[in-house]
């Protein structure tokens, strides 16, 4: 059953990997889509392409998480209540030993992980308050569950989000507003490129001789997670690929 049809969601990060692929799902289940990213290109591109592809109605804001004004200037421009919030934005920006690390690296990963995330969280979750009703689905992952060596701010982070999704969904008890996590592994996006300053060949051998996920695989997730019938909240959900087993424990084949 297809409760999607007709809904209105804001996906931050849809420029690219899990949130653009989860933008062009709900797109095509008949959801209005929302889309943000700070990458204007790329967001003019990915509303050509639903608008046609679709009768979905898209709309398009370019603005960096970390920045408030510009959360709260979004938030107040939408016409429609926002069904569904997916805080996807996120990255993870260098691996180093917590010794050796870049603060700048800190600032961005804490910044846009955590601090946009609730940001967005905050405003929207306010409105949803008022109408009794709305779906929050944060995009954790694995190193939310688990921490590894050179992931000391990354992984923290995503430990917050986990603390987050289950604080928030504490905060609106009594009310009709689901709060949700999805957290992968390994899912073959611009991340590991990012994460390593766009160095591509380190990036590809995250993914080396394995069969990641790919955005598509989350964003079913993220979907399904959405399309559960009202009284059903699901608060979290980990999704491997086959050959990880924990964020470390990897199985490559031989080359
Ligand atoms: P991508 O790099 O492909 O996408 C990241 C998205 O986040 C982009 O659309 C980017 O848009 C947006 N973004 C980053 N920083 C900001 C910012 N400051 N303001 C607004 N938007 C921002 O990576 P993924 O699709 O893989 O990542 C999506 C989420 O999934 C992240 O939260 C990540 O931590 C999480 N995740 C990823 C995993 C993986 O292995 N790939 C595994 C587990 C979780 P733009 O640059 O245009 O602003
Ligand atoms: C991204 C997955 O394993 O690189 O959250 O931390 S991992």
Redesign the pocket.
Known sequence: MNRLKNKWVLITGATSGIGRDAAILFARNGANVIITGRRQNRLDELKQKLTEETGSEIFAFCFDVRDREACRKCVDSIKHPVDILVNNAGL?SGKDPVDLADFEDWDKMIDTNIKGLLSMTRFISDKMRQRNEGHIINVG????HEA?PG?SV??GT?HAVKAITQATKMDLTGTNIRVSAVS????DTE??EV?FHGNKEKAKD?YKNLKPLSGMDVAEIILFVANRPPHVNILDTIVLPVHQSS?TLVHRSEE
């Open positions: 993870a992952s694995i190193a939310g590894y992931g990354y992984c995503k992968p592994g390994l899912v991340f590991s994460r995250v964020a």
